[in-house]
T-cell receptor
Framework: QKEVEQDPGPLSVPEGAIVSLNCTYSNSAFQYFMWYRQYSRKGPELLMYTYSSGNKEDGRFTAQVDKSSKYISLFIRDSQPSDSATYLCAMSEDTGKLIFGQGTTLQVKP | DSGVTQTPKHLITATGQRVTLRCSPRSGDLSVYWYQQSLDQGLQFLIQYYNGEERAKGNILERFSAQQFPDLHSELNLSSLELGDSALYFC????????????FGQGTRLTVV
C-alpha cells in the first residue's frame, strides 16, 4: 500500500463547476500538507500549503485537512479551462522528505 | 518562472553511461531537493541538501549521487545508466529545511537508449 493514495482520474468538468480533489494517507506522522499543480512538461507549482488540520482558502482554492480521517481535499470554485492540469497532493513529516500522490488529471471544458 | 534553473533540458544517452544534471536554486534558498518523475512511479523524492550538507534521503539508488557546492548550486550524478532510469528529473529549492514552500525547476528529461 502506498503512503499516499490519489485517484488519477481523469476528471472532466464543465467550466464554472466546483472541483473536488482528494488524497488519503496512512502515515499519521505527516504534519505538512501541500497541493501542487503541474501543467504538461512543466515543473510542479505550489498552490496551497497547510500545517496540521484545518482549512485554508486562497482565492478560488480551498484546502482541507482532516488528520483524524487521514484525508485531505482541494476544492476549486468557478473552475476555468486554464485550471486543466494535473493536481498533486504532497505531504511530509518534520523533514524535507516530501511524499507525493500519483496526481489527478483535471480537464475543464469550456 | 520559478527562479530555479536546471540544465540541460533534455539529455539522451546510452545504457551504462554517466551523466550529470545541474541545478541552480532561487537566490537566497539554502535547500535543494532532487526528484524523479516517471509514468509508473510518479514523483519520487531522491535527496535533499541544506547549505551544503545532506539533510534527507529518499529511495535514491546507489548508482546515483548528489552534492551541493559552496555557491549552493547542486549536481545529481547518475551512473551505470539503465533504460529504467529514463525519467524527468526535477530540482526544487526552498529557503529553509522543510519542503513546505519549495519552488520547482522545469526539469531535465533524461532518455536512456
Amino acid at each position: 500500500q502506498k503512503e499516499v493514495e490519489q485517484d488519477p482520474g481523469p476528471l472532466s468538468v464543465p467550466e464554472g463547476a466546483i472541483v473536488s480533489l482528494n488524497c488519503t494517507y496512512s502515515n499519521s506522522a505527516f504534519q505538512y500538507f501541500m497541493w501542487y499543480r503541474q501543467y504538461s512538461r512543466k515543473g510542479p507549482e505550489l498552490l496551497m500549503y497547510t500545517y496540521s488540520s484545518g482549512n485554508k482558502e486562497d482565492g478560488r482554492f480551498t484546502a482541507q485537512v482532516d488528520k483524524s480521517s487521514k484525508y485531505i481535499s482541494l476544492f476549486i470554485r468557478d473552475s476555468q479551462p486554464s485550471d486543466s492540469a494535473t493536481y498533486l497532493c504532497a505531504m511530509s513529516e518534520d523533514t524535507g522528505k516530501l511524499i507525493f500522490g500519483q496526481g489527478t488529471t483535471l480537464q475543464v471544458k469550456p | 518562472d520559478s527562479g530555479v534553473t536546471q540544465t540541460p533540458k533534455h539529455l539522451i544517452t546510452a545504457t551504462g553511461q554517466r551523466v550529470t544534471l545541474r541545478c541552480s536554486p532561487r537566490s537566497g534558498d539554502l535547500s535543494v531537493y532532487w526528484y524523479q518523475q516517471s509514468l509508473d512511479q510518479g514523483l519520487q523524492f531522491l535527496i535533499q541538501y541544506y547549505n551544503g550538507e545532506e539533510r534527507a534521503k529518499g529511495n535514491i539508488l546507489e548508482r546515483f549521487s548528489a552534492q551541493q557546492f559552496p555557491d549552493l548550486h547542486s549536481e545529481l550524478n547518475l551512473s551505470s545508466l539503465e533504460l529504467g532510469d529514463s525519467a524527468l528529473y526535477f530540482c526544487a529549492s526552498s529557503v529553509g529545511q522543510l519542503n513546505t514552500e519549495a519552488f520547482f525547476g522545469q526539469g531535465t528529461r533524461l532518455t536512456v537508449v
